[in-house]
């Protein structure tokens, strides 16, 4: 079964709000990546973090891997409209990508 | 750089029809692809992990006789869905990774999946 999972499944906020999710892994990882998949779409590379407590920024996402290398968080400030879509992260184990479940940002004007 | 074609992008075909679905990365070599399907609001599952001239290796539950894959070269994977039916139905993915080896950190890069549905 899943063995990352995602919180929150859903998130609505207005536009200007601030938007988290939380990536969890019931084992350490090697590495933790970042897509974005928009409605009909597929999945977007946003990043790949593979130091321990690493911190990367892009523009307006903050992403972190934990020091345990088991979760990771995503963080947007002051969401667009453009931000809308499904986040997942992907735990890398061995040659194994897994992804999470998901966390699908609304966006309201 | 880094682009992988997947074709074609959505199959609309009749129960007990086989349909087979092409990942090609264009413009680097991918000794590993792999192939992921995706249920309407779900995550991506992995299905298997093509390995060029190499039998595919499949997750657990994952049908290999129903889901043929071919990695007949180091640019393209092939994943056939034999004598579909309803519940084949789903959108399926497939992704390739730079770099030497499929144990290496380099991103997976997807292609722009294949919607399919079986009537």
């Known amino acids: 079964g899943q063995q990352v999972m995602q919180i929150p499944q859903y998130q609505h906020v207005q536009e200007g709000e601030d938007f988290t999710t939380y990536c969890n892994s019931s084992?350490?990882?090697?590495?933790i990546q970042w897509y974005k998949q928009r409605p009909g779409g597929h999945p977007v590379f946003l990043i790949q973090?593979?130091?321990?407590?690493e911190v990367k920024k892009q523009k307006r996402l903050t992403f972190q891997f934990g020091e345990a290398k088991k979760n990771s968080s995503l963080h947007i400030t002051a969401t667009q409209t453009t931000d809308v879509g499904t986040y997942f992260c992907a735990g890398q184990r061995t040659d194994k990508l897994i992804f999470g479940t998901g966390t699908r940002l609304q966006v309201f004007p | 750089g880094a682009v992988v074609s997947q074709h074609p992008s959505w199959v609309i075909c009749k129960s007990g029809t086989s349909v087979k679905i092409e990942c090609r990365s264009l413009d680097f070599q991918a000794t590993t692809m792999f192939w992921y399907r995706q249920f309407p609001k779900q995550s991506l599952m992995l299905m298997a992990t093509?390995?060029?001239?190499?039998?595919?290796?499949?997750e657990q539950g994952v049908e290999k006789d129903k889901f043929l894959i071919n990695h007949a070269s180091l640019t393209l994977s092939t994943l056939t869905v034999t004598s579909a039916h309803p519940e084949d139905s789903s959108f399926y993915i497939c992704s390739a990774k730079q770099g030497a080896g499929s144990y290496s950190n380099q991103p997976q890069h997807f292609g722009d999946g294949t919607r399919l549905s079986i009537l």
């Open positions: 093509s390995n060029e001239g190499s039998k595919a290796t499949y």
């Open positions: 973090l593979v130091k321990s407590g």
């Open positions: 084992t350490t990882l090697s590495n």
